[in-house]
């Protein structure tokens, strides 16, 4: 038996860069396990990556700072007849090009990874709407409850995405539709490597978790397709952390007393 319960189901996954984006990972769960994936990409040469990934599933160019391009997604699969059981919006975008200091954060940087990163999730669930199957499930990817002084402005950003979930939960409710997020640990992606101090970051955690041990990607992609799946119904407007306990020991003994010697 599938535990999962995904087989024949569709589900639009957003956010694949490469196999070791979180948004691969779960598509491929999902897709191992019977389901099938429409992929939504940025721009053609983008989905000429993702198709060489996928190769028998359907890609869509959807360019979340255009929202024109967000509205034509759902038309086009009312159009089609596709109706969806998930989505999972795994995005986002911050300029570190040129690192500042949090206050000097410019609108122009913030307001545009602010659509991308959270805002998109409400436009493109609003555009999606109308074909969602009853119990379908929205989920997001978000992160764990650190706050590293060069995650920078995308901090609040993720928290404003946090926010929104139990809001768009909310008003999905009528429709049937689960709303969650994933609050992930420090991950070794290709994303995470553009920020400033990331590897060190990410080494510092490994020390924090319980096991001593990294979180693999996989594993926050496992969480994911459970929540996109109908064995998560009971889980509605929730920000699920994946951090291997790391939350539970920022006072990790053996790196206190390292911090003395």
């Not at 053609?44 to 599933?57: G, R």
């Not at 650190?146 to 995308?154: C, D, E, I, L, V």
Request: contains cysteine; negative net charge; aromatic residues 8%.
């Amino acid at each position: 038996m599938d535990f999962l319960n995904v087989k024949d189901k569709t589900y639009v996954i957003s956010g694949v860069a490469n196999k070791k984006s979180v948004a691969y990972s779960v598509a491929k769960i999902l897709a191992e396990h019977g389901a099938n994936i429409i992929f939504t990409v940025q721009t053609s040469d983008h989905a000429a990556k993702v198709e060489t990934l996928f190769p028998n599933s359907k890609i869509m160019i959807v360019d979340v700072e255009d929202s024109q391009t967000i509205k034509s997604m759902g038309s086009e699969l009312s159009s089609n007849g596709i109706s969806i059981d998930g989505f999972l919006h795994s995005m986002a975008f911050a300029n570190y090009a040129n690192p500042k200091a949090f206050h000097q954060t410019d609108w122009d940087d913030f307001s545009q990874a602010a659509r991308i990163s959270s805002f998109s999730m409400i436009e493109m669930s609003n555009s999606l709407e109308s074909v969602f199957n009853p119990g379908a499930s929205i989920v997001t990817v978000s992160i764990s409850s650190t706050r590293a002084t060069n995650y920078g402005y995308m901090g609040p950003i993720k928290a404003m995405l946090d926010s929104s979930v139990a809001f768009l939960a909310k008003s999905l409710s009528s429709k049937g539709i689960r709303v969650n997020a994933v609050c992930s640990g420090p991950l070794k992606t290709s994303a995470s490597a553009g920020i400033p101090g990331y590897i060190e970051n990410y080494l510092f955690a490994e020390k924090l978790t319980l096991r001593k041990q990294a979180l693999k990607t996989d594993e926050v992609g496992d969480t994911i397709a459970f929540l996109l799946s109908p064995r998560s119904s009971g889980i509605n407007a929730t920000g699920l952390v994946v951090d291997a306990g790391m939350s539970c020991n920022y006072f990790d003994e053996e790196v206190v007393a390292q911090s003395h010697s």
